[in-house]
């Protein structure tokens, strides 16, 4: 088992900056990819961005490319998420998911997820 706690989140301007993390604690000495989802009010869970066991490899949703980075750091156990030049449509919650395998785009695919925390841009 593995438990994620997501933190970082809150109110920013468009334009602005925020840094989510991700802990993660229990089994963690298994190798998980992990992955960043969102979900605003009335629409699906979307994927965000995911990176590899190593933290090679990182892959991103289009809508994010350029302004997100996801990197890990898993001698803390923790995955962040660097978001810059907020838009008002990345108002959501993001989740923090790990999964034993390869990092994937579709939600239900993750084995672990975090509670969510919310990201607020105003305009």
């Known amino acids: 088992q593995v438990q994620l706690v997501e933190s970082g989140g809150g109110l920013v301007q468009a334009g602005g900056s925020l840094r989510l993390s991700c802990a993660a604690s229990g089994q963690t000495d298994s190798n998980y990819a992990m992955a960043w989802f969102r979900q605003a009010p009335g629409k699906e869970r979307e994927f965000v961005a995911g990176?590899?066991?190593?933290?090679?490899?990182?892959y991103y949703a289009d809508s994010v490319k350029d302004r997100f980075t996801i990197r890990r750091d898993n001698a803390k156990n923790t995955a962040y998420l660097q978001m810059n030049s907020l838009k008002p449509e990345d108002t959501a919650v993001y989740y923090c998911?790990?999964?034993?395998?390869?990092?994937?785009?579709?939600?239900?695919?993750?084995?672990?997820w975090g509670q969510g925390t919310q990201v607020t841009v105003s305009s």
């Open positions: 998911a790990a999964r034993l395998a390869g990092w994937h785009i579709v939600p239900n695919t993750y084995d672990y």
């Open positions: 990176i590899s066991q190593s933290g090679v490899g990182t």
